[in-house]
Nanobody, 124 residues
Framework: QVQLVESGGGSVQSGGSLRLSCAVS????????MGWFRQAPGKAREGVAA???????SYADSVKGRFTISQDNAKNTLYLQMNSLKPEDTAMYYC??????????????????WGQGTQVTVSS
């Protein structure tokens, strides 16, 4: 059974930084795509960043240059480094995984495995 557990959320002032982590267990597929998504109250969920098993990445335009997705395969952990945070980054952040390596942030597709989320709040 695939399990994803996020951590690292919190409250920070505008311009600050946070690093989210996602610990993955039970994933046995040889290829994968992993991503970070977020959902603010009253808004639709949106893709933030994704990485595939070859290391290719994709970012939402709103976070390019500020967020960096990375992975530590030895630790089975996915990260999202978030710098220059803005109040509009406030949301619940979710980690997701899927065996379709090509998914990245393609619209119209949903990941198969999801974590419970970690809250990020950015104050002005």
């Amino acid at each position: 059974q695939v399990q994803l557990v996020e951590s690292g959320g919190g409250s920070v002032q505008s311009g600050g930084s946070l690093r989210l982590s996602c610990a993955v267990s039970g994933y046995t597929y040889s290829t994968y795509c992993m991503g970070w998504f977020r959902q603010a109250p009253g808004k639709a969920r949106e893709g933030v960043a994704a990485i595939d098993s070859d290391g290719s990445t994709s970012y939402a335009d709103s976070v390019k240059g500020r967020f960096t997705i990375s992975q530590d395969n030895a630790k089975n952990t996915l990260y999202l480094q978030m710098n220059s945070l803005k109040p509009e980054d406030t949301a619940m952040y979710y980690c997701a995984a899927d065996e379709r390596w090509w998914l990245l942030l393609l619209p119209g597709y949903d990941y198969n495995y999801w974590g419970q989320g970690t809250q990020v709040t950015v104050s002005s």
